[in-house]
């Protein structure tokens, strides 16, 4: 059912590309733009041929009664300013044309001249001959019978006038020099006849020796034309034609017609026509037989017929070669479906694809040297052509693509550690067997990626986890023995709980089992994801937790201490009577592996930290949940809500770390209870640096009234007494957690 729909649809499609192409021929073998008439010529029946001309093509119209063409033919033309003659002769029309090239132009006179000779061949012209005129030259008249084709025209270097001949694949020259300058040069019945710039008309018989006058009272004539039956001419300035027989018997005088360029006329039948000259436009004149029934014609209309005439060979061709290739697509079809190696079927399809480029390619060429049709014309065709051989190319392609960006895909997906591949019926070529291997490959790399997460998760048991990051490599076999690293972080210090309380009361047992479930709550923290945990010696009293990064770390630690504190005030089952404290420090720390190739620990140490961690079990003493010293602070103080509460120093060293207290990590009265009183607190705090210990100790017991759970500020109080009965001392300290008690 569905191969059935398949190949309905590429019948179907089939039949639409050749409807296409049909009406792509059809416009390409019509002819387009604006056509003015330039030449004529009449064949033996009265039949009259206009030369119609645009700027790349020549139109030869056989003329109807009606003045419409019923058959036309087309020649190229070889240039915009190419001077048309145009003759018949033996069922045969004949065009010469004569140019300058373009790099010629614009050359003084005497430049080089090509020209052409070219007759009816089918619907088309067909070139006989090509040559190059090294004299400046007009061509004026066209002859054409059993000896072959005659141009007449006059060199006017020399004045002279020449006839050419070209007979049996021979150009002839002959030249006559005349005692006047010759105007026109035009064949008759008995020989040459010529206008001088005198207005007198002379004749070189065929078997004469000279140049002798025929008719001198012509009078002013400014333009002659000749026919088989006799000589046309117009007057300066007359829009009249008169006629005159050879015998010397006037003939017509076809009065105010207009100025003439080309004349067709017959005696003996009705259709005749004048190319007439009005306001710098040619216009067709068709007459009868008396001169005196005539019309004019702006521009000459193409019968149905006839466009269909000369359409038909190259609508017939294009056919022949669309079943031709058809015919060639599915032998490569038939072909390539008992052929399983793709290197067959890609040689298939580029001999296939050859052999109609190389028809195409036959088709141009044949209709392009023929003179047909014009370069617009066959661009189209041959753009038509093209497009087939790109859409069944890209239909071959595609159906290669689409195998080969399946596979690539997946080793995409695999290289990301995605081994889960689908099941697909593998075609019996190359990308089957990719496939194949392919899936081969990801049950392999399943199995052992199974047991490398259970060997890791195994070593992450008993190692940290992440602790690779912190060296930007992908696992922690990767970091050496040794391997040292200075980076920013913010590490915090994690006092989980106090051994000895917790103890009171009760078994080791319990005790255990409190700090398994505590652990677990620290460690499962979505947030936790991104950190480093490190024990901090060997009890399980207090853990290191370290955020990699500078600005980013700070917030990411906070938010973490905030979720484990939510955490285990939400949990019954993990409550006692301390809760952890948390102390987070941003600053730059040294983090590696020490020891040897059978026992290795991992590290990370900071001096700073060293030093604030001497003071974790005193602030949890006080009851703070979450303290951050100042450099976390002024990266997170946009994002939590807190208060200063004092300073802490480092003995020896002088080092001072400003603490503050994160409301977050408190149960919201609480939290509302240290919001409400922060001001008073600071307050109090500033009374107690400028030693007014009296009026600190009395805003610190009012805050603490508030807030009874406050430890930190019941510390102070107790500091203030400590300091108020020691007496003045100049060397009286501040500090958070100072020794005043023992003074």
Partial sequence: MKQSIKTKITVVLAIIIYILLMMLT????????????ERLARD???????????????????????????????CRRE??????????????????????EEEDKGHAAGAGQHFSIWETAGRGFRCILQGTIDSDMMFTDIRVDWDGVYLAGIDLQTQQVLIYRYQEDELLVQRYVTDFV???????????????????????????????????????????FTDDDGVYWQSVGSRDIKYLLYEG??????????????????????NSAMILQEDGENRL??????????????????????VGQNALVPMLMVTLVYIAVCAVLTGMILFLRNKSRLLYRTLAAIGGLSGICLVVMIVVVNFHESGSYSGTNLAVIAFAEWLVVMIITMLFLGHIWKNMDIVLTWMDKISRGEYDIESRKAPDDEFGMMWTALERMCRN????????????DYLYRYAPRNFEQLFDKENLQEVGVGETRQLPVTLGMISVIDKEALLAGRTQKQYMQYANKLMDILFSQREAEQAVFLRDGNTLENVKVVFKGSEESAPAALQYSAACMETLMRRTDVRCDTMPFILLHTAEVSCGLSGGNRQVYPYVTSLEMETLGGYAGRLRACGARIVVTESTWQLVQEQAEGRYIGYVTSAGRGAVFRLYEIFDAYPQPQ???????????EQALELFYQDDLYQARSAFADVLRECPDDGICGWYVSACDALFNGGETADRRHDLFGDFFER
């Avoid at 915009?80 to 140019?99: E, M, N, P």
């Avoid at 939290?671 to 607190?681: D, T």
């Fill in 44 to 74: 033996a029946q009265g039949n009259i041929y206009a030369a119609c001309v645009s700027d790349d093509e020549v139109l030869v119209c056989r003329l109807d009664v009606d003045g419409n063409a019923d058959r036309y033919y087309r």
């Fill in 445 to 456: 790399l399943r199995v052992q990626k199974y047991r490398y997460h259970e060997a890791e």
């Fill in 285 to 306: 004149l068709v007459i009868g037989q008396d001169g005196e029934d005539g019309y004019y014609l702006d521009a000459v209309g193409l019968q149905p017929i006839a």
């Fill in 79 to 100: 240039a915009r300013d190419a001077q048309i003659l145009c003759g018949y002769f033996g069922g045969k029309i004949y065009i010469s044309q004569l140019w300058h």
């Fill in 249 to 270: 018997v006037e003939g017509y005088v076809f009065r105010d017609v207009g100025y003439v360029q080309d004349i067709a006329y017959a005696v003996s039948v009705q």
């Fill in 182 to 224: 010759p105007l026109t040069v035009c064949f008759g019945r008995k020989g040459m006849y010529m206008l001088s710039d005198d207005n007198r008309m002379y004749v070189i018989e065929e078997d004469g020796n000279g140049s002798i006058p025929v008719r001198s009272e012509l009078g002013d004539a400014a333009v002659i």
């Fill in 671 to 681: 939290k509302l209870e240290r919001r409400r009183n922060r001001g008073r607190f």
């Fill in 26 to 37: 059809l416009m390409a073998v019509t002819p387009e733009g604006e056509f003015d008439v």
